[in-house]
């Protein structure tokens, strides 16, 4: 599991183990606080059978008021735990922490690297990321609730032009190019994000379906051109999509519908009044792993 873009950098991790269930609980609360410094976070499986993951938090910059606020945040959660530190001089942090995470299956789709493809199964829809290339693999429960939600939304709806925003490594926008096959504008605001999607939309042979582009939010000519969209799926995080609701109902088609992501459990409420109040109504919520994806329709 991990929450960040690809970075290289001097760092320093800092790193505990715990049980999954635990792990899953100090990802979510490390994540909201460190969400304006954008710290990455990851969790790797040491040991399966005995339920050992290991939770990291890479960090610069003064680290010791760092490791004071995730002890803050443990002691909070009751789950102090013994922070042990290591010195990451310009490590490639994004490929060391998918190493060994293993593929996952949402819904019709299969997320996994190289090393996996003998492990599809028939009728799957394969979507091929590279660790080093990673951003929202389909490892993270947002991620993965979107593809089960779109899944549900093409076989009802039937779009017929569709939106990413916020494509990160394109997951979303290749998911719904091979499922629904049409055209997908897939927009992020870091130019390396957009740089790696269309290598995937590449590597997943959907280019031709898969527009990237470097886009702040809404602020771009290609979304008049291209919108109104009959579906629109945004993986953010909770703040920023509701911030951004006046521009989903003004480049959603009537009738369209939005997928929301990257929200968790006690945020859900205050993300669906943002968009009522923009004349959209709730249709699904999709519980996983502390996150949720939401459902709405204008």
Same mark, same amino acid.
């Given at each position: 599991?991990?929450?960040?873009?690809?970075?290289?950098?001097?760092?320093?991790?800092?790193?505990?183990?715990?049980?999954?269930?635990? &792990?899953?609980? %100090?990802? /979510?609360? !490390?994540?909201?606080?460190?969400?304006?410094? +954008?710290?990455?976070?990851?969790? @790797? $499986?040491?040991?399966?059978?005995?339920?050992?993951?290991?939770?990291?938090?890479?960090?610069?910059?003064?680290?010791?008021?760092?490791?004071?606020?995730?002890?803050?945040?443990?002691?909070?959660?009751?789950?102090?735990?013994?922070?042990?530190?290591?010195?990451?001089?310009?490590?490639?942090?994004?490929?060391?922490?998918?190493?060994?995470?293993?593929?996952?299956?949402?819904?019709?789709?299969?997320?996994?690297?190289?090393?996996?493809?003998?492990?599809?199964?028939?009728?799957?829809? &394969?979507?091929? %990321?590279? /660790?080093? !290339?990673?951003?929202?693999?389909?490892?993270? +429960?947002?991620?993965?609730?979107? @593809? $089960?939600?779109?899944?549900?939304?093409?076989?009802?709806?039937?779009?017929?032009?569709?939106?990413?925003?916020?494509?990160?490594?394109?997951?979303?926008?290749?998911?719904?190019?091979?499922?629904?096959?049409?055209?997908?504008?897939?927009?992020?605001?870091?130019?390396?994000?957009?740089?790696?999607?269309?290598?995937?939309?590449?590597?997943?042979?959907?280019?031709?379906?898969?527009?990237?582009?470097?886009?702040?939010?809404?602020?771009?000519?290609?979304?008049?051109?291209?919108?109104?969209?009959?579906? %629109?799926? /945004?993986?953010?995080?909770?703040?920023?999509?509701?911030?951004?609701?006046?521009?989903?109902?003004?480049?959603?088609?009537?009738?369209?519908?939005?997928?929301?992501?990257?929200?968790?459990?006690?945020?859900?409420?205050?993300?669906?009044?943002?968009?009522?109040?923009?004349?959209?109504?709730?249709?699904?919520?999709?519980?996983?792993?502390?996150?949720?994806?939401?459902?709405?329709?204008?």
């Amino acid at each position: 599991m991990l929450k960040q873009k690809h970075r290289l950098m001097t760092q320093t991790r800092l790193y505990f183990t715990t049980g999954k269930i635990e &792990a899953d609980r %100090i990802f /979510a609360a !490390l994540e909201t606080a460190f969400e304006d410094e +954008g710290l990455p976070i990851a969790i @790797l $499986e040491v040991d399966e059978d005995r339920d050992i993951q290991e939770v990291s938090l890479y960090a610069d910059g003064d680290v010791d008021a760092v490791e004071a606020r995730v002890e803050e945040i443990l002691a909070g959660l009751a789950l102090s735990r013994p922070i042990a530190r290591e010195p990451v001089p310009d490590i490639d942090w994004v490929t060391r922490s998918l190493e060994g995470l293993k593929p996952v299956r949402a819904g019709r789709f299969f997320v996994h690297g190289a090393h996996d493809r003998r492990k599809r199964h028939s009728g799957e829809l &394969a979507i091929e %990321i590279e /660790a080093g !290339l990673a951003f929202g693999t389909g490892h993270h +429960g947002t991620t993965a609730g979107c @593809l $089960e939600m779109l899944e549900q939304v093409v076989r009802r709806e039937r779009p017929l032009n569709a939106l990413d925003l916020g494509t990160g490594s394109a997951v979303l926008a290749i998911a719904l190019a091979k499922l629904a096959h049409i055209p997908v504008l897939a927009t992020d605001i870091d130019p390396v994000a957009t740089k790696v999607a269309a290598a995937n939309a590449r590597l997943n042979h959907v280019k031709a379906l898969v527009e990237t582009v470097t886009a702040p939010g809404f602020h771009h000519p290609i979304f008049a051109a291209r919108g109104p969209f009959d579906l %629109i799926v /945004a993986n953010i995080l909770a703040r920023p999509l509701m911030r951004l609701a006046p521009e989903m109902a003004r480049y959603i088609a009537l009738g369209g519908s939005i997928v929301l992501s990257g929200i968790l459990d006690r945020q859900r409420d205050a993300v669906i009044s943002a968009y009522v109040g923009q004349q959209f109504r709730h249709v699904r919520t999709l519980h996983r792993e502390g996150w949720v994806t939401i459902h709405l329709k204008r």
